[in-house]
């Protein structure tokens, strides 16, 4: 049926012969020494390397991201605390 152009069939037969990308429980050891966007670099660098799988890797770039954005509002919140005693 797949050969017969039935795409439901064609996708249940590759779902078949195609592994899904899943995560793996691994213990993950990187330098994460410097600046955020050092720390992104590395993890790319040993996603590109085959260190970390890309699930692995996008989840600790997204922990990253986040790490991110909350040192980002402790800054913006000490620099209005400062102002603010300066008023």
Do not use: V, W
């Not at 989840?59 to 790490?67: F, N, S, T, W, Y």
């Not at 954005?69 to 102002?83: M, V």
Request: net charge negative; charged share 30%.
């Amino acid at each position: 049926m797949a050969l017969a152009g039935d795409t439901t069939a064609l996708r249940m037969c590759l779902d078949r012969c195609i592994a899904p990308l899943r995560s793996t429980t691994q213990n993950i050891e990187l330098d994460f020494e410097g600046e955020l966007h050092e720390r992104g670099e590395a993890t790319l660098q040993a996603i590109y390397s085959g260190e970390i799988d890309p699930i692995t890797g996008s989840a600790l770039i997204g922990a990253l991201a986040d790490q991110a954005r909350l040192k980002e509002q402790t800054e913006l919140e000490a620099r209005l605390s400062h102002l603010e005693k300066k008023l």
